[in-house]
């Protein structure tokens, strides 16, 4: 009896392996970035040498009709799950996914402005709260796309806070949240190299006696142009914190990338941040940032340098980063 329960069993995993294995196709693909980073005179640099690895996970099959796919990329010798998703392709009826750091929604246009590397953000302190957009976040949420007459719905949903709860585990804090994001292009109004976008989202602050006025809004548009080897684009955003005494955001933003040719580019960017202060002055973040990058096949050499004035809304406090980033797909 036993040995009949055995042999069945093994029958039964077997046909489900060759299931698995028809149903399915994993892809794996990897990268690594090795980085100099010179922070400002007031920071303790430490030893600038940085680097970090990805390896990248993707299956993809039909599954009772239906395309099913999921990603999932781990960084930096497995130390933990950077990102994963799972989508369901419905055909004419969008895209249902669950979203664990990949991106969805809002956060999905939160800048837009063109540049040849890293955003004129990024190695600031500010870059965590700097105007960016999105309240629904890229982490434990449910995603849905479709596109209609070539414009593109991107909607994000939250139930509760956003961490990347396991299996059978929760969030263990309140905080609704949800956002959309459209984007489109100007080729079917004859307007050539236009790409343009626009989003909105409200978030709950999770307590008890919550109410509409206590909500967080935010909103953001953008519009971009290509002509010949140029990009320009500006983007406007606005946070409202919503809960009395907090300071809101109102952000003003340009760049402009130039392709010198097929492996070079180079590009200018601008942000003005007003910080809305509820009981003192209003202080304007002022940043901005150089890029240029160099791709030969599957190597590519990036460098940045930002900086802001008015640091986080701080008057005087000023910020620097200077990074150089040399990337390798495999």
């Not at 489900?16 to 994993?26: D, F, K, R, T, V």
């Amino acid at each position: 009896m036993n040995n009949f329960k055995k042999v069945g069993l093994t029958a039964l995993a077997g046909s489900l392996a060759a299931i698995s294995a028809h149903a399915a196709e994993m892809t794996v693909s990897g990268a690594s970035v090795l980085t100099y980073t010179d922070k400002d005179a007031d920071e303790v640099t430490g030893n600038p040498f940085g680097m970090k690895t990805n390896l990248g996970f993707t299956a993809s099959g039909e599954v009772n009709g239906y395309n099913v796919s999921y990603m999932q990329t781990s960084a930096d010798q497995f130390a933990g799950m950077s990102s994963a998703r799972l989508s369901v392709d419905m055909g004419d009826m969008g895209t249902l996914a669950f979203d664990q750091g990949s991106g969805s929604g809002l956060a999905t246009i939160d800048d837009k402005t063109p540049t040849a590397a890293e955003e004129i953000w990024d190695g600031l302190d500010s870059k965590g709260h700097g105007g960016l957009v999105g309240t629904a976040g890229n982490t434990g949420v449910f995603n849905y796309i479709q596109t209609y007459n070539g414009v593109k719905l991107n909607a994000a949903v939250r139930k509760g806070s956003g961490t990347a709860s396991s299996d059978g585990g929760v969030s263990g804090a309140g905080g609704n949240a949800y956002d959309v994001a459209v984007t489109g292009t100007g080729d079917d109004y004859g307007v050539a190299g236009l790409a343009w976008g626009a989003g909105f989202g409200l978030a709950d602050k999770g307590q008890a006696k919550d109410t509409w006025d206590n909500d967080t809004e935010h909103m953001t548009v953008f519009a971009n142009y290509s002509i010949s080897n140029f990009t320009i684009g500006a983007q406007v955003s606005n946070i409202d914190n919503g809960k009395k005494g907090s300071t809101d955001q109102y952000t003003e933003a340009w760049g402009i990338a130039f392709n010198v040719n097929d492996d070079l580019s180079i590009s200018y960017g601008q942000r003005d941040i007003e910080n809305q202060k509820a009981s003192s002055t209003h202080v304007t973040e002022e940043g901005s940032g150089v890029a240029v990058a160099y791709t030969m096949g599957s190597m590519k050499i990036a460098g940045n340098m930002n900086q802001a004035k008015n640091n986080q809304g701080t008057k005087g406090s000023t910020d620097k980063m200077t990074e150089i980033a040399v990337s390798f797909a495999f």
